[in-house]
C-alpha cells in the first residue's frame, strides 16, 4: 500500500492527487480522503490541506454534491458520472437521477486552436474540402466539438472533431482512477459493494471506445444495417474519406430536438405516434439485435418534420448476447405473470459471481414484489417502475448486475421517461408485449434450435477429442511432480502481510535489545590499550540501536496503528 501512494505521489500524478483532494473535500467528502490515505500522502509531500464545509454545502444532499465535484474535476470525471448514471443497480434513484443531470457542455474552443489538427485529419484546409465551412461551433462537449459545412452538391454534413490533446489528460486521470480504486478496495472496505475496480474498469473500456470516433461511425453503421429496411428511423450516413479516429464527418440531421416539445407541437407532429415509434425502435435495438443505443436520452433523439426519427451520437453502444435477450424476456414476463420463481432464477443467474446471497429470503422480496402487480391490467403496468424496484432488490442483496443488463436498464427507464414526455398516457408494457413474445419464441424456432444444438455437439466432439491428451498430460505432470494445487484467499494474503510486519518489528525490537545489552557490556569493559577500540564499538552499537528504534516507531507512526 506504501508502495502505491508512493507512485501516486509521483511529481505526474501529485499535483492532479491534490486537486481531487481538495475538490472532495470542498463538497464535503473529507472523511473519505482521510480514509483512503489521501490526505496522508499530501501531507508528506509538504502540501497540508486545511478544510472545513461551508454551510451551503452541508445543505445539499448527497448526490447532488456528488454530481457538482465531478463536474468540477473536469472531462474524465463527467464522464466518469454518466457511466454511474447507468449503473441503476449500484446506486439508489436519486443518485443516478442527478447524476444524470451532468452536462458535457463546456465553452467551445477557438477555432484556431483546433484549425491544425483539422487540417492534418481532413489532409487540406476544410475551406478547400468543402465548399463552405461554418467556423462558429454548432456544439461544444468535454471530449468535442462540432463544426458545420456544406459539400459541393449542397448537402450538409457536421463535423465532430476531438479537442486537441484531450487523450493525454483522459489516459493520465484513468491511470490515477485505476489506481485510487484499488486503495478504497483495500481501505475502505464498505465501498466495497460499489465495486469501485469493476466500475472504473467498465469506465475506461466505455471513454477509449469514446474516443474513437471511428468506432463510433462503425457503430452507427452496424445500427443502421439493423434498420435497413425501416423508412421511419434516419441514422446519419459517414463520409469515410474524411472520418478517422479523431474527425467524425456525418450528415447533418435537420430535425427537432427532443427535448423541444414545445416546437414538435408547432411542427403538428403527432406526439402519441412518435412514442409508439421511438419505443419500438428501443425493443428492436434490445430484443431483436442485441445492438442498443445506450444513452438515448433526448439530446440524441430528433423528430423530424416528416415524422420520422433521427439518432446521433453513438459513442455508446451496448450489445447483448441472445441468451440474455432470453434472459430479459423472461424476466419481464416473469414480472407480468407473477412468475416469483423465473424472476429469481434470472437474478441469480446474473448475480452469479455473487456467493453470499440468501436465495430463499431473495425469492420472497421478489415475490412480495411480484405479487403487488398481482391484478394490475397490462396497460398500467411500468416497466420502468418496476425495473427500477428490481434493481432496489438487487442492491439490498448485493448482487451485481453486469455492464451490459445495466445499460439496458438505463436505455428503458430513459426511453419510458421520454415517452410519458410526449404522451402520458404511453402503455410500454403494450409496445413491449410483441417483441417480447417473439424474443422467448426465437429461442425455440426449430433453426435456431438446430443450430444450438449443432454448437454443442461440435464442443462435445472436440472436449471428448482433446481429453485423451489432456489426461496423458496431467499425468505425466503428476508423475513428475510437477502438478501444483494453488489456493489463493485474499483475507489470509492480508492476515499473512500483518504477521510479516509484526515479526519484522518484533525482531527489530530484539535486535535493538541486543545492540543496548552488548553496547554496554563493551562500554563497561573499556581500560587498557585497546580502550579506543572498545569504545568506538560501544558507540557504534548504540547508534546502531538508535537507529533501529527510529525505523520501528516510524513504521508504526506510518502504519497508523
Known amino acids: 500500500m506504501a508502495m502505491m501512494w508512493e507512485a501516486l505521489g509521483t511529481v505526474r500524478d501529485l499535483g492532479r492527487l491534490q486537486e481531487i483532494a481538495s475538490v472532495l473535500i470542498r463538497y464535503g467528502f473529507g472523511d473519505v480522503v482521510r480514509r483512503i490515505g489521501m490526505a496522508d500522502v499530501l501531507e508528506r509531500a509538504g502540501r497540508l490541506l486545511h478544510w472545513h464545509n461551508a454551510e451551503e454545502m ?30 441503476v443497480d449500484l446506486l ?90 484499488e486503495i478504497v478496495e483495500a481501505r475502505a472496505p464498505d465501498l466495497q459493494r460499489y465495486r469501485p475496480s469493476e466500475v472504473v474498469h467498465q469506465f475506461t473500456v466505455s471513454l477509449r471506445r469514446e474516443l474513437d470516433f471511428a468506432a463510433e461511425c462503425r457503430n452507427a ?16 450516413s459517414v463520409h469515410w474519406q474524411w472520418t478517422c479516429e479523431s474527425l467524425n464527418v456525418q450528415d447533418f440531421v435537420d430535425g427537432i430536438p427532443g427535448r423541444d416539445l414545445a416546437e414538435v407541437d408547432a411542427a403538428g407532429l403527432d406526439r402519441v405516434g412518435l412514442a409508439r415509434l421511438g419505443a419500438g425502435i428501443v425493443l ?75 436465495e430463499a429470503r431473495l425469492q420472497q422480496d421478489i415475490g412480495a414484489f411480484v405479487d403487488q402487480y398481482r391484478g394490475v391490467p397490462l396497460k398500467d403496468l411500468r416497466i420502468g417502475a418496476m425495473l427500477a424496484d428490481v434493481t432496489a432488490i438487487l442492491r439490498e442483496h448485493a448482487l451485481t448486475l453486469p455492464a451490459d443488463l445495466a445499460l ?44 444450438r444444438g449443432r454448437r454443442s455437439l461440435t464442443g462435445a466432439i472436440e472436449l471428448l477429442g482433446d481429453l485423451p ?48 545489552i552488548g553496547s554496554s557490556i563493551v562500554m563497561n569493559s573499556v581500560g587498557g590499550i585497546s580502550s579506543r577500540w572498545l569504545l568506538a564499538l560501544g558507540v557504534a552499537g548504540f547508534v546502531g540501536a538508535g537507529l533501529c528504534g527510529i525505523w520501528i516507531l516510524f513504521s508504526i507512526w506510518r502504519s497508523g496503528r
Open 58 to 87: 452541508l445543505r445539499m444532499s448527497a448526490g447532488v454534491r456528488v454530481r457538482r465535484a465531478l463536474e468540477e474535476l473536469g472531462p474524465t470525471f463527467v464522464k466518469l458520472g454518466q457511466v454511474l448514471a447507468t449503473r
Open 408 to 451: 439496458m436498464i438505463k436505455a428503458f427507464l430513459t426511453l419510458e421517461g421520454m415517452g410519458r414526455q410526449l404522451d402520458p398516457d404511453f402503455d410500454m408494457a403494450s409496445e413491449a408485449r410483441p417483441y417480447l413474445r417473439r424474443a422467448l419464441l426465437q429461442r425455440f424456432a426449430p433453426q435456431e434450435m438446430l443450430r
Open 221 to 236: 453503421e452496424r445500427i443502421a444495417d439493423n434498420f435497413a429496411g425501416d423508412a421511419c428511423v434516419l441514422i446519419p
Open 284 to 358: 428492436k435495438m434490445v430484443l431483436e439485435d442485441g445492438c442498443f443505443h445506450a444513452d438515448p436520452h433526448p439530446g440524441n433523439i430528433f423528430y423530424l418534420r416528416d415524422g420520422r426519427i433521427g439518432i446521433i451520437d453513438f459513442g455508446m453502444v451496448g450489445c447483448i448476447s441472445e441468451r440474455r435477450r432470453y434472459q430479459v424476456a423472461t424476466l419481464l414476463y416473469g414480472m407480468v405473470d407473477h412468475d416469483a420463481e423465473a424472476v429469481t432464477d434470472v437474478l441469480l443467474e446474473w448475480g452469479s459471481g455473487d456467493f453470499n446471497v440468501d
Open 92 to 181: 439508489p434513484p436519486d443518485w443516478t437521477a442527478e447524476l444524470s443531470e451532468l452536462q458535457n457542455a463546456v465553452p467551445a474552443l477557438p477555432f484556431a486552436q483546433i484549425r491544425a489538427q483539422l487540417v492534418a485529419d481532413l489532409g487540406a484546409p476544410p475551406e478547400t474540402v468543402f465548399a463552405r465551412f461554418d467556423e462558429t461551433p454548432l456544439a461544444a462537449a468535454s471530449l468535442a466539438q462540432t463544426h458545420r459545412a456544406w459539400l459541393e452538391d449542397g448537402s450538409a454534413v457536421v463535423l465532430k472533431v476531438r479537442r486537441p490533446g484531450i487523450r493525454d489528460v483522459v489516459e493520465a486521470d484513468l491511470r490515477l482512477l485505476a489506481r485510487l480504486a
Open 469 to 516: 491428451r489432456d489426461v496423458r498430460r496431467l499425468l505425466q505432470a503428476a508423475r513428475r511432480g510437477r502438478l501444483q494445487l494453488h489456493v489463493e484467499t485474499r483475507s489470509l494474503k492480508g492476515f499473512g502481510d500483518q504477521v510479516n510486519r509484526a515479526a519484522n518489528r518484533l525482531t527489530m525490537g530484539i535486535v535493538t535489545a541486543a545492540l543496548v
